[in-house]
């Protein structure tokens, strides 16, 4: 682990740490600042550039073939676009012409697996770059790290000096998209799986079916998809489309087929399957609902057999996730002939029932050839070892079925559509510091997927709910555990998010285009501004604040908020630095009072445009908010820096309007009145000033603000 | 005539135009102001409102098919993604509880067509908005209309009572799109079409070969598309894709298989049919190239023959283009045996060889059932008149055609690859006012095609270059003649342009989207202030400017530059509000002071930026550029407001460097110099007002500063 201390280093979040390889001396004022994410395994920086010129070409030694080849074409086009060089001739005739020479050793496996090599080595000299691999996958890994190497400055483009070995931590590192809830075009998958590639995720877990929509054709059963999902489905033709484009950046499609919950689409077309007779209808709610398969009839178990044959037959992936999840067996509990059968053979109760569900489909799924995946509700004793659980529990659960020897994946801790901000998902690690497993139980946690939900995501705000924050979960599913440094992720996560911008994802530019369309009108200022330190309340707390079904648009004001606010990190950081320096509050003073000052200043104009918006009502009382909030804050920062305290009086006022600004509206909540609340204390906690040093003062200012002294 | 001029009061540039329907005496202060784009034939606005609820319906009356229903479906998604309103039932029981009907007499053509009806009436009262059309195409494009009525205020959201009676001026409203240069995927097309529709355009002009691309799978000639286009080409089944995209919006896709000349890439893989022997190579260049069919050889006739036959029953459309532009005859000149062929047959010339040439594909498009469209240089007395002639060389050219009985459409004055402003494409008339022809004569002209020549546009700013320019044009070929006025023309076209992003046309977030790349960073405001003020150079000039082939990337500042700066009309319209305030300069002198000095104060971010981005590298003297002419804009409006004539020489210094400033750089140029340069003259100019009336020292100043007295 010696080497993956030192990459921590090498990108570490000092921005002049030099980096000298093995016995070479540093040189002084050499700095160098990599923008890797994931941060590799290992990285030596040394001195000296390679320039990166409209002479650049690419050699391919050993093996090569047309996959190979299509990706180095997809990142030759990146560079030209990032550079603006013109790339006359692709292919160098011999290597000692090439800026990139990429040595791979083999294909690698066919179909992308669990357990392909994705190593590589990147050794970039003043005149070379070379890319070793021992498989086409791992030159993709590497080609990506290429790309992210490139930067500028007034000499022009060029790549540092480095030398880089780099494997994963983790085998499965997974993007899951729920498509039931809402369907997602093909273009949205493809873009999603080129991002994914660019931050070096390895798996699409495609959530097909829902109680919402039943979302792959059957030609076995075109009931399925005809009459469970609107019309809104991927053909067998687009499935492999989709299939191939992964295998091409060396992601695999692990298809998920929830059952025997979370199938009211399934049961529009075929009802007899059901546990309940029925008629059903595609459900338009958001929840947890009844229906569920009949778990007694053998009926049901050949329909099963059937399509999953089918289902495996289309995807070659290994394993075939089978959901398993929030199954609460409300139908079984009301049909008298599944309650005798349950009686007859001794199951006694609704979980022993759905495990005896599990044992018939993993027979199914080992006559197709597939492994099973399934959510935590799946594990029991009888199951095979090769089943794999994925957690939405947490790593104690995970840990507690490696100990049993089972394979398991997290995605507790990674839960994207929850809003919650990216620090907090790169908290979460599959096997934590404390953990204490084996080395040999551990290698049963194979990584974690990051779970994109359905219930509030279109195809105009999906990118922005994924990303950038899932790079920050590439990089711990993929970097030495010890790659933890906070601050040194938020440096480089607005650098790669750029970067996925190349790529056709949207989650940038979509925020304006949403408040244009709100608003009727290009001018957009306030709306931005008042956006930008709004966050969508976090949890599964929006359905309860905005009541909506499938059929609710997704083009509110909370739609065009993203999780994470920067401006409010940005904020967080100068009222920090403005309190630092007590007892005179001149650093920062003038930052604080000019984002105060726009945010206050926004309000007159944001009332006009809301007036002729009838979609923009619900921001009429965050516009109130959003001046009496900033206006607090400014008479705060006045205090401060006259250095004279407000009554207690003003103090309590000010913290009930900033409690009652601080409840969420139109499922938004403010991220900068943390920091506005550390302002108010600090301006009354002046007087304490004398008495303590600045630093414990600024300490109790702290602890007065945070929430657990409300 | 006379609704038609009623129409233009009802969307007139006053802001408060009360328009009564007959009979109904004009309530005081109702006001209503229309957004429609292209303004219909018959406006008539009455007081009330139709309140659009999230119990809106719909309810169709006598003919309804499946295109109708998904159009209708397709409005109700974007109806509901603007007003966030959840719509829970589509379609109406029953036509009382229906907020629109649609009432269709039949489905019109089955395949889209020059003759298709496209009249529609829609009755909107303050209970029941009523759709009437003919033919299901006619309901469509109502339905835009509809959409483009939604208007709303504290109230809601609400349609305002009117009457409308529409038709198109002209039948053939198109848009043509070069993606031979550079191919466009899908999804580009597709948007462009839904775009297309938006606006009331019917015909998909797709020039699909070039010397740079051939562009089309052709599965008789494999060579063409395998070895003429990079691997970029459209395979049968995708064109069969975008021709039914098209249908279901009532749009006729015209291919374009451009010949003799424009055929390099024909003959990368068929040398065989070229006038020399070859070889070739896909070009990379933009210009006008050698490489001809070969017309003289009976193989080339037979391979053309196949050829066209196959595409012939690809595309539906009547008409066929064969393009026939630009063939300089050099490579005939080369060839001994095509002069023998020319002497033998007495073909005085390249001309007359040509001519010869478009007979021979006349009867070979005539066995296929084909009409020929070709551009202004296929015309010859020979020809019979069912030919379309296309015409770039002007409105007289189309009515010479027309007198001579043959159809024309008018591209002349639509070039929107040139980046002129959308003013000037909207004053290009097929028939302009001053038209000698007779009645019969006029219905020769068909109408007119915006042409998106491909050499600078990639996926990424395509839509930049069509839009929104293009409503404008789609306006001047549906609306009656006399609808020309330009503010107005101005004041719908951001409403216009905001709405078009629901079809995910990109025109608007891409911009900023380049910036951030080209910066590698978020903080663009700098930059965002410097393209704001900048246009692509104009014409042809962009090629000389910033030397560039088909593998340049298209990713510059001028690629995130847009024509007709909307910052430069605001600037111009405040500086004129400044001088029509003479001899007091107060009004708007605080508007335009705060404009300059945002320019001016750009400067030293835009310096930082520019030092670690060597993409920006060409940005450096426009930056220096911008600071300085915002500097002279500030000395001249303090000389106005102070009302102190400056020196002489401090004009002629200013003058010259503004003078300098102008000069295009990176192939752009700074659109708000006129502006400046008449603050500096006026200034200069101070003494003589007290010898003028305002109104004439006005005059004086805006001919001194027009850039014939240059």
Redesign the interface.
Known sequence: MKTAKFAVLAVGVVSTVSIAAQGTKPTSGQTTQLNLMPVPASVQIQPGRLAITNMFQVAVRNYSDARLQSAIKRMM?RL?????????SGFAPDENQATLVVDCAGPGKTIPSLDENETYDLDVSDRQARLTAPTVVGALRGLETFLQLLS??????HLAVVRIHDQPRFPWRGLFIDVGRHYQPM?VLKRNLDAMAAVKLNVLHWHLTENQGFRIESKKFPNLHQMGSDGLYYTQDEAREIIAYAAERGIRVVPEFDMPGHTTAWFVGHPELASLPGPYQIE?KAGIFDPALDPTREQVYKFLDTFIGEMAALFPDQYLHIGGDENEGKQWDKNPEIQAFMKQKGLKDNHALQAYFNQRILKILQRHKKKMVGWDEILQPELPKDVVIQSWRGPTALADAARKGYDGILSNGYYIDLMYPTFQHYAADPIPANSTLTAEEAKHILGGEATMWGEYVGPETIDSRIWPRTAAIAERLWSPRDVTDVDDMYRRL??I??QL??LGL?H???S??LL???A???NIEPLVTLVSVLEPVKDYRRGEQRP??M???L??LVDAARPDS?AARRFSTIVDGLLSDAPRFQSYAEDVRQSLTKWRDAAPELGALI?????LGEAQPLAKDLSDIATIGLEATSYLTDGVAPTPEWKDTKLARLEQAAKPKAALEFAVIPSIKQLVIAAAELPSLKQLSPADWKARVKSLASPQSK
């Open positions: 086009g030209s676009g990032r550079t603006g060089l013109t790339f006359t500028g400055d007034r000499d022009g483009f273009q338009r607005p650098i998010s750029i911008e190349e949207t940038e530019k979509n304006e285009m244009r369309r709100l009727g009108s290009k909506a079904t059929l609710t648009p083009t509110g920067e007036d002729r918006a009838p979609a």
